[in-house]
């Protein structure tokens, strides 16, 4: 199957999955998978479980993550055991309940002598799942780099911070997400995310609060870096930044 497609194993290799109610082809996972092929040289996979996700009882679909996770698991060991796949080079990127199936995928390597490269996480679920459970969702030990993006934080999204390090653009609640907009039922997490492949103008400081990032108080200036694709894997703790109310987002800074 490898050898008749035009897999490369000397490329990243991208996963991307949706959420509740959602498939491969809507505008989170496409444009995503868009800006990939458009300006990187990457194997991108897309994962569709739309037949589990479009249930209506949201409550059923949050069981489901688990053993999806678990598919994508073994895809991702297929690809390491008969394609040479090096985990460090698969980066893991989901949305809303999404971002929990890639944890839950991260989840299977913990345990092994090398864990997967990077894990995102665009606003993970927040409804049914535990703080104090990290066993059922997106963790910071489940890659070598867990990030998170949070927009809709303490509404569908998780308000607290889950990842090694979590981004909290314009204090990611509720309307708040974006400003001067009423935000989306989901937030913008994806579409920062879908921007950023193309552009490292995400600007995010490192600081106690939101408060304090937009006093530049209790912020460590020196440390800042990008949100997004091109954040880098040394950055550890709670990011803020301020971005536009409508494309492009990115101001810069």
């Known amino acids: 199957m490898l050898r008749r497609s035009s897999f490369d194993r000397q490329k990243p290799t991208v996963f991307v999955t949706h959420g509740f109610r959602s498939s491969d082809q809507t505008p989170c996972v496409n444009d995503i998978k868009n800006m990939y092929m458009g ?3 990457v194997n991108l996979i897309t994962v569709d479980w739309s037949r589990i996700a479009s249930s209506i009882n949201y409550f059923v679909v949050k069981r489901q993550t688990i053993p999806v996770g678990g ?3 073994e895809f991702v060991h297929f690809l390491k055991v008969w394609g040479g796949v090096d ?8 949305h809303s309940l ?21 894990i995102t996480g665009l606003d993970p679920a927040g409804p049914l799942f535990k703080l104090n459970d990290p066993s059922t969702r997106i963790d910071r030990r489940d890659g070598d780099f867990v990030d998170i993006i949070h927009t809709c934080a303490g ?12 981004f909290f653009p314009n204090e990611a609640r509720d309307s708040q997400a974006v400003p001067g907009t009423e935000m989306p039922p989901a937030g913008r997490a994806w579409q920062f995310y879908a921007e950023s492949i193309n552009s490292a103008d995400f600007t995010a400081l490192p600081c106690r609060s939101f408060g304090d990032y937009k006093k530049h108080r209790n912020c460590n200036i ?11 894997a040394r950055i550890v703790g709670d990011y803020f930044l301020l971005t536009a109310s409508a494309p492009p987002f990115a101001l810069g800074g």
Do not use: C, S, T, Y
């Open 87 to 94: 985990l460090r080079n698969v980066h893991l990127v989901g």
């Open 39 to 41: 300006f990187h040289r």
């Open 71 to 73: 598919v994508v698991a």
């Open 155 to 166: 509404w569908l999204g998780f308000a607290e911070p889950i990842g090694r390090v979590d």
């Open 222 to 232: 020196p440390l800042k870096a990008p949100m997004g694709m091109p954040a880098p």
């Open 98 to 118: 999404g971002a929990h199936v890639m944890g839950i995928a991260g989840k299977a390597f913990r345990n092994q002598p090398r864990k997967v490269g990077r």
